[in-house]
């Protein structure tokens, strides 16, 4: 592996831990304080001119938007009950996490593309690191399985991305930068899509994208 490839795998790892846990974590009891807490510290301009894959422009409006949110006197109740409406419920949610739902025609949870993923980690020896009641293709444990996989199996991360994540993941973010309302997970939502579709050109995939039932 040349030193240029292992930077590459370092760069994915590092995007995959660093957004997957505002997917993953509510802001007022999960264990993401220390991520939020690096976030609001950022530098939004110099932050975005080291952010792996997205166009340094991209990622400075929504860095932007990410730092703003959490500005002393915003990082209230308004950014927990933002997480919970989108991630969490008990409402309906406006924009489920999960890949099924959107790649499903029936929009389940627990669809076709979740036991595809699970069949594709069980034949590659990857186990799950969470409790079996949340679905495989959450956007945040999908995000933390691409840093995993980039880290100690980099061999399947291509397939990993255009078989599973890349398929429906930009879709599902730019759905979430519509229904957010607060500019932590707007700008949340534009990162990421930024970063993924940065990384599939940088790594020249092709992918086949489903048709999108919601």
Not at 104 to 132: H, K, Q, Y
Not at 159 to 174: F, G, I, S, V
Request: aromatic share 10%; hydrophobic share 45%; with cysteine.
């Amino acid at each position: 592996m040349t030193r240029e490839d292992e930077g590459m795998l370092e760069a994915v790892a590092f995007a995959g831990e660093a957004l997957c846990p505002f997917f993953l974590q509510d802001p007022a009891k999960g264990d993401a304080a220390e991520a939020f807490s690096a976030m609001a510290a950022l530098d939004p301009e110099a932050a975005a001119s080291e952010w792996p894959f997205a166009d340094a422009g991209e990622a400075r409006g929504a860095l932007g938007d990410m730092v703003a949110g959490l500005a002393p006197g915003t990082r209230d109740e308004a950014l927990v009950w933002e997480y919970r409406r989108l991630f969490v419920g008990p409402d309906k949610k406006p924009v489920p996490p999960w890949g099924s739902v959107y790649t499903d025609r029936e929009c389940v949870v627990f669809g076709e593309s979740t036991l595809s993923l699970r069949a594709w980690m069980r034949a590659r020896g990857i186990a799950r690191t969470t409790d079996e009641r949340t679905p495989e293709d959450h956007i945040g444990l999908m995000l933390a399985l691409m840093a995993w996989i980039a880290r100690n199996q980099p061999a399947d991360l291509d397939d990993y991305l255009r078989l599973h994540l890349l398929t429906w993941a930009p879709h599902y973010l730019e759905e979430l930068e519509g229904a957010a309302k607060h500019p932590f997970y707007r700008g949340l939502a534009r990162l990421t899509r930024a970063t993924l579709e940065g990384l599939r050109d940088a790594r020249r995939l092709r992918v086949d994208v489903p048709r999108f039932y919601r």
